[in-house]
């Protein structure tokens, strides 16, 4: 499609400060070619038109932080903390075959799509073969997201199993064959890092990474201090007080790289963070849910760390509804302070968007509705009976909306979904395959014991 025009709609760009105006907004050639306020001349002129009237106008959603093969996981090992829940996850590796990725991230894409993201950075940490990752990367591509994929390395760890084990040389050599075969552009982007330092990786690791990274262009992306476990473990193993003060050692924090979690993190390591340019992804539903703790997210905020929002997989969160999360981002923080003012809407609709941009690296291509930016939309209807009447447009997107309302989804000027229909996939086929997924992999789940 070459022109789109999406008319009468309640723009939120997400530039600056708190705006909103209705207008229209032309896409050309899949970029935003005109963002106006009021209405559209009449000579305007375009191969298609969507009357967006009473619906809100935004740029895309950004999941910063998932494992998309996990939703065949949604609810499988609960009321379990870290340690133990990743047990599980770590030794489902034992049985986890690639087309289990490959049906399991389809769902959890079309989930995403179906609740407003534009783009996800899939953490990918357990490759028993190699065609695990080439077969999310499949599902990532067949789905029409832009995507980060982080392809990520464990060579240590009693919880690990050896199949998901690499040597560094093999594992970059895997990364490197995988580079190999994509094209790189601002779609799909590649980082690569340590899973869950230090429980699964050894410093020498740590030190190779960083090179491997430097050397290949690579952003990196880890899961950081999620629980008081992992910083025990630092301390106990290693002598430090925190995971980022043990990671600064090799100089893992940086401006290409994202943290996930960060829950467990002091005064001295968030500003370490901010010094170093490094961001975090925050991933309150799946901190809840493990019952890891509270990040200090508002701290961060104030020292000027880049805080983007993740789901997480949905082991842990059990979806992957980035509306979920930004209300559990926002009421987690005004409880935890006990302090109602202690975090804004549009902070969280920050993170949400141009935040999860600059996290991964494409703060010039999506996160706020720009000309010259990549037309990552979506279309939210706020004339619903849990959304009027309308007062507060920022925190309402954040309090009221829900993933359901997302009317329309559109990647680069593709729409993706047209009034909740999906346009480039056949939704049925998608559920009864990850529907056969699910009953092989439980099956063999059931020969483990953990
Ligand atoms: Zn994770």
Same mark, same amino acid.
Request: one cysteine or more; aromatic letters at 4%; hydrophobic letters at 40%.
């Given at each position: ?9 309640? @723009? ?68 379990? %903390? ?6 599980? =996850? ?21 989930? !995403? ?6 783009? &996800? ?18 599902? @990532? ?6 995507? /980060?994929?982080?392809?990520? =390395? ?5 919880? /690990?199993? %050896? ?8 594992? *970059? ?7 190999? +075969? ?45 629980? +008081? ?13 925190? /995971? ?25 390591? =968030?500003?370490?963070? +901010?010094?170093?340019?490094?961001? &975090?992804?925050?991933?309150? &539903? ?12 508002? %701290? ?56 999860? !941009? ?6 010039? /291509? ?15 209807? @706020? ?6 009447? =309308?007062?507060?447009? *920022? ?19 593709? @729409? ?35």
């Amino acid at each position: 499609m070459d022109n789109l025009l999406v008319t009468n709609a309640l @723009i939120i760009p997400m530039t600056g400060t708190r705006r909103s105006f209705t207008g229209y907004v032309r896409v050309h050639e899949g970029a935003i070619a005109e963002v106006s306020a009021g209405e559209l001349p009449a000579a305007a002129h375009a191969e298609r038109v969507i009357n967006a009237s009473g619906c809100v106008l935004m740029p895309g959603l950004i999941n910063a932080h998932t494992h998309l093969y996990q939703v065949l996981l949604r609810a499988v090992w609960e009321d379990l %903390e870290l340690m133990p829940w990743l047990r599980r =996850i770590y030794g489902s590796a034992r049985v986890l075959r690639p087309e289990h990725f490959y049906a399991g991230s389809l769902l959890g894409c079309v989930e !995403a799509i179906r609740s407003g993201v534009t783009t &996800v950075c899939e953490h990918n940490f357990l490759n028993p073969s190699v065609e695990c990752a080439f077969e999310t990367l499949r599902a @990532i591509q067949d789905s029409g997201l832009r995507a /980060v994929f982080a392809r990520t =390395i464990m060579d240590t760890g009693e919880i /690990v199993p %050896e199949c998901v084990k690499e040597q560094p040389d093999a594992a *970059f050599r895997h990364i490197e064959n995988i580079l190999a +075969k994509h094209d790189r552009s601002a779609d799909l982007t590649f980082m690569t890092g340590p899973n869950t330092p230090p429980i699964n990786t050894t410093p020498s690791l740590l030190r190779e990474i960083r090179r491997f990274a430097d050397d290949k262009s690579l952003g990196i992306s880890a899961h950081v201090a999620e629980s +008081k476990s992992v910083v025990e473990c630092v301390r106990q193993q290693h002598g430090k007080n925190g /995971v980022v003060e043990f990671l600064q050692g090799f100089g893992i924090p940086g401006p290409n790289s994202i943290f996930a979690h960060s829950v467990h993190i002091s005064s001295d390591e =968030i500003a370490l963070l +901010k010094q170093t340019g490094t961001s &975090v992804s925050h991933n309150p &539903v799946s901190n809840m849910m493990l019952g890891d703790g509270v990040a200090p997210v508002v %701290e961060m905020l104030r020292q000027g760390v880049n805080v983007a929002l993740g789901t997480d997989g949905a082991a842990s969160n059990h979806s992957q509804d980035l509306f979920d999360t930004m209300k559990a981002a926002s009421l987690l923080q005004k409880v935890h302070h006990q302090d109602a003012g202690v975090i804004d809407p549009y902070s969280v609709l920050r993170m949400a968007t141009i935040g999860g !941009a600059k996290a991964l690296g494409l703060s010039s /291509v999506c996160g706020t509705i720009e000309v010259g930016k990549r037309a990552d939309l979506i279309l939210i209807d @706020i004339d619903t009976i849990h959304s009027q009447p =309308i007062n507060d447009i *920022f925190s309402q997107i954040v309090h009221c909306a829900k993933a359901s309302d997302v009317r329309t989804v559109m990647v680069n000027g593709k @729409i993706l979904m047209r009034e909740r229909k999906l346009m480039q996939q056949d939704e049925k086929e998608i559920l009864t395959n990850a529907r056969k997924a699910h009953r092989d992999l439980t099956e063999r789940l059931a020969s483990l014991s953990f």
